[in-house]
């Protein structure tokens, strides 16, 4: 799940439904063969799934891969489905799903993957309408199995499921530490046992020189205890949003400086903008284009902090007045026998 | 809903040990499932010493599990193909930092 951490919340569902094509989704005719299925699934997980893909957009796109594939691979689930498109389409004109669409199925033997499933909020509401409380019959039967909790249907409280979600947050964030509000989304469920997803707002404190990839462990923000049982955690995984300047690796935080070749030739102070406050450098005379130089310790805070290195990248002013031109041929004039290419051609 | 403050946010690679069944829930995954993952060597405890019960692993245990059992299930993978995804996956990001580190734009 993706938040905008920085928004207060999120835009409302939309009240109507959409029926999701699942074989569009996947590529296949209605007539699909399970082999042809399996195919198509692999062929677009190996294209989309976030952890291989260089595609933009990846995640959402394997989204809705991973749950057409859930629902067509399994021979009750997609008979439930082609069920409920017949349903759908004898709707008419009317942008309503027709009543009772998603109700009366059952699945005997269908297998929906509780071993090791994703969050329940990863589903879209479609599959939720048609396929959610089964899906949540079977986690219970499954934790119950893995000894986690008492049987599904007994009184006994048990801990609630743990949930995960993923948080953007600036490279800034991470140096002073920072609030933030995330949405997130649960499933929760009325009173006639019906389940919609509801959104919830959870305060987050985020630490300073957080890493990123790191995980923050919120607990009792998981989903809701079962019969009086406490709630389980909430983890979140951090990404820094790209910087414009900054490039970041584990605690150490890189800044290409430009400079003037006069800078880099001749010495100066300069003033390099560091995230948690400008530091003023000594560039030492006689430096050479992409020198690295170390500001120890202003990377981002830690056990051991990390260090902020700056990379020199001499920028030319513009020849583009006759001055300019003349202060060049001078330089040109003075630089005598200097060959910046003598060591390629001593190559020959 | 107004919003419930939570100071006690904790990284969890530097904070937090996990046992078995505590690793188990926060991964949705049987405990029998990570032993397996234990005995291919794609997580690690910090002793193995005694039961699996008694095993505790470090917060770093958790994006490895999860990882596994992401490529497990997303690529109907078995065990050592999941080993191997994942070797190869830290090669990919190790010279992806190194190549980002030399100031080369992806």
């Known amino acids: 799940m993706w938040f905008a951490a920085t928004l207060p919340t999120s835009p409302a569902p939309s009240a109507v439904m959409e ?51 859930e629902v067509l691979k399994d021979a009750e689930k997609r008979a439930a489905y082609d069920e409920a498109g017949r349903r759908w389409s004898q709707r008419g004109a009317g942008a309503e799903p027709p009543p009772g669409w998603d109700a009366g199925f059952e699945f005997s033997g269908a297998d929906f993957g509780e071993a ?39 009184m006994h409280a048990m801990r609630g499921e743990d949930h995960h979600a993923k948080i953007d947050i600036e490279l800034e964030d991470a140096y002073r530490g920072a609030q933030r ?63 414009r300047h900054y490039r970041v690796d584990g605690r150490d935080v890189t800044l290409e400086l430009p400079v003037a070749p006069w800078e880099a030739a001749l010495g100066a102070a300069v003033v390099v903008p560091v995230p948690n406050g400008p530091v003023e450098l000594q560039i030492p005379a ?43 041929r001078a330089l040109q004039q003075s630089a005598g026998t200097f060959n910046p290419r003598a060591e390629l051609e001593a190559q020959r | 809903m107004s919003a419930t403050p939570t100071p006690n946010a904790v990284i969890v690679e530097e904070a937090i040990e996990f046992t078995l069944d505590e690793l188990g829930r926060a991964t949705r995954t049987s405990t029998r499932w990570l032993v397996t993952l234990v005995d291919e060597g794609v997580i690690a405890p910090t002793q193995r010493s005694g039961a699996p019960m008694q095993w505790r692993f470090s917060g770093d245990a958790l994006r490895r599990a999860r990882q596994a059992a992401r490529l497990a299930r997303d690529f109907e993978l078995d065990l050592h193909g999941v080993a191997l995804a994942m070797d190869l996956l830290q090669q990919i990001e190790r010279l992806k930092q190194r190549l980002a580190a030399a100031g080369v734009r992806d």
């Open chain 1, 181 to 243: 509000t995330l949405t997130l989304r649960m499933p929760v469920a009325d009173g006639q046992g019906q389940v919609h997803l509801q959104q919830r707002q959870v305060e987050v404190t985020i630490p300073p020189g957080i890493r990123a990839g790191q995980h923050l462990r919120l607990a009792g923000q998981g989903g809701a205890g079962f019969n009086g049982g406490p709630a389980g955690d909430l983890y979140l995984e951090v990404a820094f949003k790209p910087h």
């Open chain 1, 286 to 328: 006689g430096s050479k284009a992409g020198r690295r130089m170390r500001l120890r310790g202003k990377g981002l805070p830690g056990p051991t902090p990390g260090d902020f290195y700056v990379v020199l990248q001499v920028v030319l002013p513009p020849a583009d007045s006759d001055a300019a031109q003349a202060a060049y």
């Open chain 1, 116 to 154: 090791m499933a994703g969050d329940e909020a990863d589903y879209s509401d479609f599959f939720e309408a048609l396929f959610g409380r089964h899906m949540r019959g079977a986690r219970a039967s499954a934790r119950a199995a893995r000894g986690d909790g008492r049987a599904a249907g007994t």
């Open chain 1, 19 to 69: 029926f999701k094509d699942y074989y569009a989704a996947l590529g296949v005719d209605r007539t699909a063969t399970p082999d042809e299925i399996k195919r198509a699934y692999r062929q677009l997980a190996r294209k989309y799934h976030p952890d291989v893909s260089q595609e933009p957009d990846a995640e959402a796109r394997f989204k809705e891969v991973g749950e057409a594939y």
